[in-house]
C-alpha cells in the first residue's frame, strides 16, 4: 500500500450555516466511508484561505494564496491505496466536485534521514 495526498482546491464557503452543516455531513460521510474501509491515515485539516508564501533565493515573503484564486489549496488527507489509480477512484465521491472544485491525488515518497541527525 502507497500512502497519497489529496490537495482540496477551489472549496467554497456555503451561504449559510445549514447548507454549511449539510456540506459538512457529506464531507464526513465520504471520509468515514474510506476510514471504514482502511484508507484514511489521516483526516488533514482544513486550511485557511489566508497566509504567507515565501519563494526565490532571496526568500521574498508575499502575501497569499489569495482567496479568490480557483486553485487554492483549502486542505488535505492522507489517503492509503494500493496504486494512483485506486487513490483516485477514491477521490471520485468527495462532495467537492458538486461545488465544482478539484482533488489533487500526490504519491507521498518516502524520505529516509539515514544514520546522522
Not at 49 to 62: D, L, M, R, S
Not at 76 to 82: G, P, Q
Request: proline content about 7%; charged content about 25%; overall charge negative.
Amino acid at each position: 500500500m502507497t500512502e497519497f495526498v489529496y490537495f482540496y482546491r477551489g472549496y467554497e464557503q456555503p451561504a449559510s450555516p445549514d447548507e454549511m452543516q449539510k456540506k459538512t455531513a457529506k464531507w464526513m460521510t465520504w471520509l468515514k466511508d474510506l476510514s471504514d474501509k482502511g484508507h484514511v491515515k489521516s483526516l488533514g485539516e482544513p486550511l485557511q484561505p489566508f497566509g504567507k508564501v515565501v519563494k526565490g533565493a532571496k526568500k521574498q515573503v508575499i502575501d497569499g494564496p489569495y482567496a479568490e484564486a480557483k486553485d487554492v489549496v483549502g486542505g488535505y488527507s492522507i489517503i492509503v491505496a494500493k496504486d494512483i489509480e485506486q487513490a483516485v477512484a477514491f477521490s471520485l465521491g468527495c462532495p467537492i466536485f458538486e461545488d465544482g472544485g478539484s482533488v489533487e491525488v500526490r504519491p507521498i515518497a518516502p524520505l529516509e534521514l539515514g544514520d546522522g541527525n
